[in-house]
């Protein structure tokens, strides 16, 4: 069955659809992880996005049911150079196509993906949207035109009500705005006693629940559309010592009175190279954002820049000067990716576990 990726320059490519037909508007991104689609389809930092693949074949191992990042995935769109129709691995509980299917999200093979992604590098991200037609492509582009993008992704992916996930360890407020499961794994690796609470939980609510620490999670779209969160954060700098991960990275940078800009094309792989510019060691991460924040921006606040990107330049890391808050623009539960970065799960818990708080986290 023919399907069509349809741009908002008026540019369209054929292929063969799978997956569902629940076709919607979205802005088209590449990822470049070899492996690791199951966590891709399943990041809710996905919402609202149409995510090309550039590795040529995907669904070789199927998917299980480990590797999910979320139960309910947000993605509004995946397309392939080739999807595997007989994968096989010991793990595999379905094929590709039938997990598309029952998620409802559409999809595309025997795509030029490498014309796709060449396109987005030249002129950054567009709005795209799928179709089993092209007869009526003039209305499909003046509606992709005409359509604004979401402001309201965060608040889609939340949980809606705070609850527990129980142990005996220290207890961990994680503020949700679209979180890996993978972060709450590692948390709990750690013995964390941890209360999972929705993104715009008030900082007075967060505060009676006595946290010995705050995780500030991942999640999608622009940080300066989650507004009660970055006055909720400001309200908690001083108070707890705090870890923030992708979107939460941007929100303590936002809340400490730095600024974000949104990316040509943004990152998404598991093969990104981050130096530590207190170490000098380099590491290789797994990320997915949109957004950074301006590294001008931050002389004017109480933070520093504490790891960079050596791809581009931009901001992968800060950490503030009075206060044990720290954060980082990859993914150190590196699900998908290689786990370089593990660590700073313990050095989150060896900040708690200093009951003076240490200066510089």
Known sequence: MKRYLILEDGSYYEGVGFGSDNFKVGELVFNTSMTGYQEVLSDLSYCGQIAVMTYPLIGNYGINRDDFESLN???????????????????????????????????????????????IREVGTLKAVMSDTIDTIDNIVKLLKETPYMDDHVKRVSTKNAFPIPNRGKKVVLMDFGAKLGIIRELSNRNCDLIVVPYDTDAKTIMSLNPDGIMLSNGPGDPKDVKESINTIKELIGKFPIFGICLGHQLISLACGANTIKLKFGHRGGNHPVKDLETGRVSITSQNHSYAVEIESLKDTELVMTHVSLNDGSCEGVKHKKYPVFSVQYHPESNPGPEDSIYLFDKFIDIINNKNGEKNA
């Open 73 to 119: 995935p947000a993605v509004f769109g995946f397309i392939v150079k080739e999807f595997c129709k007989s994968p096989n691995n010991f793990r595999m509980a379905e094929n590709i196509d039938d997990f598309l299917k029952l998620k409802n999200i559409p999809a595309i093979e025997n795509i030029d993906t490498r014309a796709i992604t060449k396109k």
